[in-house]
């Protein structure tokens, strides 16, 4: 699989096998990409793309999905970031720093393996 070793977190990757999963490098991260669908983005960048004071850097796994599934979701991913973007787009974050970094990102891994609809857009 193209750019496999270059990904961060990449122990996401084994809960994806049998899935046909593309990765794209992006704007200082890395899309996983389904059917089509862009399902997570993994980021541990060391410096940011546009400085701003007073804001850590965000390193963790973004899970994408859209409104109409964030109030399940907050079931599975109670303690993660809900972050809205526009058209009913949304980010679930998971920072590297919580305790459930590495469960709710198998979770997530599990979720797209499954072919649950509530992830990926």
């Given amino acids: 699989m193209k750019y496999a070793e ?7 990757l084994d ?4 899935v046909d999963i ?5 704007f200082g991260f890395y899309g996983l990409y389904t ?3 862009l ?21 963790g796994v973004y899970i994408a999905t ?3 599934h964030v109030e399940s979701l907050k079931k599975e991913f109670s303690a993660a970031e809900f972050e809205v ?3 009913g787009k949304i980010w679930i974050f998971v920072s590297e720093t919580m305790a459930e970094f ?4 198998v979770r997530a891994c599990e979720l797209i393996a499954a072919g649950d609809v509530r992830i990926g857009r």
């Fill in 102 to 105: 590495e469960e709710y990102a």
């Fill in 85 to 87: 973007l526009k058209a």
């Fill in 39 to 59: 399902c997570l983005a993994l980021i541990k960048r060391e410096k940011p793309l546009i400085r701003r004071e007073k804001e850590p850097l965000q390193k």
């Fill in 66 to 68: 859209m409104a109409e």
């Fill in 22 to 26: 593309v990765i794209k490098p992006m």
């Fill in 6 to 12: 270059k990904v961060p977190y990449n122990f996401v």
């Fill in 35 to 37: 059917g089509g669908k």
């Fill in 15 to 18: 809960y994806l096998t049998g």
